[in-house]
């Protein structure tokens, strides 16, 4: 469990799919990085409509990424012989561009033809995000879908003109995005585009690669092996766009609002020290890991305090909410949380979290006299003023807290100021 530093604030996170309180963010922004290749057909593998709507492709990639988290060249290519390069940055001296003078692109074997120039796969890196919007009326689906898929319009080389000819969007370009996430029983991911490979955890799970119209797919991750309940998983997402005048993509899935495996009680500061007198406000809520889930915890919750033997207190043991009240100074105290609910549909860690809160003794000039539990309290005791533990002076009559004591301040008949213990109280 990790311990981030709130004043006088404490978050609980739990995980949860059945609690009827569930509010998702309307939308979620997923960074993704861009590469901009000309246009202008001098890249064979990005040339303005090689082959348009040739239909799908597999086994362009390989089925596992290559040691730098990339896809590498498969069994079966589709003038994507150098697809090493289409989502990297571009790096000078390659003066060898693929030959695909003949049909036959099922092959890389022919010859890198060799050109006068070294920038046919030069490439600009824009780093952006995609906002996917939950699914009305859904459980944390969401969705990216834009069927003119030109995110790159007047940005990179821009719209570059192709045989004299301008063109109306900035073609040519790919799209990789990284998503982490928890697994758990029923996750899918619905895709669909041209030349999108989904990978999980390194391993092609989608495959809808060629230059064509719009093909849709649905992977189901309970079909997947080496998946398991609250682990932590890699989804890769390869895009390129190759194909004029069309681009299409679709993205549906609820992998990326799979609240997280694992809950932690949260106190800023950490190893909060505070005064005696003071109360610090602890609060339940539930989150995802992308923080648009906000749930009231109630009963789920229950909150102890260690050491129990002495005068500071939590204002209940069970709920969303408890107050630490400090009463005893120099001391070191642990409030303890505990998720104590039903058994939940994802992977949840049940153990005990809790955070560390240190008591001062308040100023001494803030007290005329201290009165300690441990010796005898008189029935009545003369004080010429008396303060409660915050340094407030009370007038005329009231009560006050004196190290788990509640004590009133009354005036006799002779004038005198006394203070007495209140019969039958304990509460502040």
């Given at each position: 469990?990790?311990?981030?530093?709130?004043?006088?604030?404490?978050?609980v996170?739990?995980?949860?799919?059945?609690?009827?309180?569930?509010?998702?963010?309307?939308?979620?922004?997923?960074?993704?990085t861009?590469?901009?290749?000309?246009?202008?057909?001098?890249?064979?593998?990005?040339?303005?409509?090689?082959?348009?709507?040739s239909g799908?492709?597999?086994?362009?990639?390989?089925?596992?990424?290559?040691?730098?988290?990339?896809?590498?060249?498969?069994?079966t290519?589709?003038?994507?012989?150098?697809?090493?390069?289409?989502?990297?940055?571009?790096?000078?001296?390659?003066?060898?561009i693929?030959?695909?003078?003949?049909?036959?692109?099922?092959?890389?074997t022919?010859?890198?033809?060799?050109?006068?120039y070294?920038?046919?796969?030069?490439?600009?890196?824009?780093?952006?995000?995609?906002n996917?919007?939950?699914?009305?009326?859904?459980?944390?689906t969401?969705?990216?879908?834009?069927?003119?898929?030109?995110?790159l319009d007047?940005?990179?080389?821009?719209?570059?003109?192709?045989?004299?000819?301008?063109?109306?969007?900035?073609y040519?370009?790919?799209?990789?995005?990284?998503?982490?996430?928890m697994?758990?029983?029923?996750?899918?991911?619905?895709?669909?585009?041209?030349?999108?490979?989904?990978?999980?955890?390194?391993?092609?799970?989608?495959?809808?690669?060629?230059?064509?119209?719009?093909?849709?797919?649905?992977?189901?991750?309970?079909?997947l092996?080496?998946?398991?309940?609250?682990?932590?998983?890699v989804?890769?997402?390869?895009?390129?766009?190759?194909?004029?005048?069309?681009?299409?993509i679709?993205?549906?899935?609820?992998?990326?609002?799979v609240?997280?495996?694992?809950?932690e009680?949260?106190?800023e500061?950490?190893?909060?020290?505070?005064?005696?007198?003071?109360?610090?406000?602890?609060?339940?809520?539930?989150m995802?890991?992308?923080?648009?889930?906000?749930?009231?915890?109630?009963?789920?919750?229950?909150?102890?305090?260690?050491?129990?033997?002495?005068?500071?207190?939590?204002?209940?043991?069970?709920?969303?909410?408890?107050?630490?009240?400090?009463?005893?100074?120099?001391?070191?105290?642990?409030?303890?949380?505990?998720?104590?609910?039903?058994?939940?549909?994802?992977?949840?860690?049940?153990s005990?979290?809790s955070?560390?809160?240190?008591?001062?003794p308040?100023?001494?000039?803030?007290?005329?006299?201290?009165?300690?539990?441990?010796?005898?309290?008189?029935?009545s005791?003369?004080?010429?003023?008396?303060?409660?533990?915050?340094?407030?002076?009370l007038?005329?009559?009231?009560?006050?807290?004196?190290?788990?004591?509640?004590?009133?301040?009354?005036?006799?008949q002779?004038?005198?100021?006394?203070?007495?213990?209140?019969?039958?109280?304990?509460?502040p």
């Open positions: 469990m990790k311990f981030i530093p709130v004043v006088a604030a404490v978050i996170s739990l995980v949860s799919f059945v609690l009827p309180q569930t509010i998702f963010p309307p939308t979620i922004k997923i960074p993704v861009f590469y901009d290749f000309h246009a202008d057909g001098s890249n064979p593998e990005f040339k303005i409509n090689p082959e348009s709507n799908l492709h597999t086994g362009m990639v390989a089925a596992m990424l290559d040691s730098q988290g990339k896809p590498a060249l498969g069994p290519p589709y003038y994507n012989c150098q697809i090493a390069k289409w989502f990297k940055p571009w790096t000078i001296g390659s003066f060898t693929p030959n695909y003078t003949n049909p036959a692109t099922t092959m890389c022919n010859p890198l033809g060799t050109v006068n070294d920038t046919a796969f030069k490439n600009i890196v824009i780093y952006d995000t995609l996917f919007t939950l699914v009305a009326g859904s459980f944390g969401f969705e990216y879908a834009n069927s003119s898929f030109f995110p007047g940005r990179g080389f821009g719209n570059e003109v192709s045989q004299g000819t301008p063109r109306m969007h900035n040519s370009f790919s799209m990789e995005m990284h998503w982490e996430f697994y758990k029983k029923g996750l899918t991911f619905n895709f669909e585009g041209d030349d999108l490979w989904i990978f999980i955890n390194g391993r092609l799970a989608g495959d809808l690669g060629g230059i064509q119209g719009p093909q849709a797919a649905l992977i189901n991750l309970d079909s092996p080496g998946l398991t309940t609250g682990k932590p998983n989804l890769d997402v390869f895009y390129a766009q190759r194909h004029v005048p069309g681009s299409d679709r993205i549906t899935t609820d992998i990326i609002a609240c997280p495996c694992e809950w009680l949260k106190l500061p950490r190893d909060t020290i505070v005064g005696e007198g003071d109360s610090v406000v602890l609060h339940a809520f539930v995802d890991d992308t923080g648009g889930i906000r749930l009231d915890v109630s009963s789920l919750c229950e909150w102890s305090l260690s050491p129990a033997t002495t005068a500071s207190f939590l204002s209940t043991a069970k709920g969303s909410t408890t107050t630490f009240y400090t009463n005893a100074a120099d001391q070191s105290y642990y409030i303890i949380a505990q998720y104590t609910g039903p058994a939940l549909p994802v992977y949840l860690d049940r005990p979290d955070v560390k809160i240190y008591v001062k308040a100023p001494a000039s803030n007290r005329i006299e201290r009165i300690p539990v441990s010796q005898p309290l008189e029935k005791k003369t004080i010429g003023e008396f303060y409660n533990l915050r340094g407030q002076k007038q005329g009559t009231g009560t006050a807290r004196v190290d788990g004591i509640v004590l009133e301040r009354f005036i006799d002779g004038g005198k100021v006394l203070v007495k213990r209140s019969v039958g109280s304990t509460s």
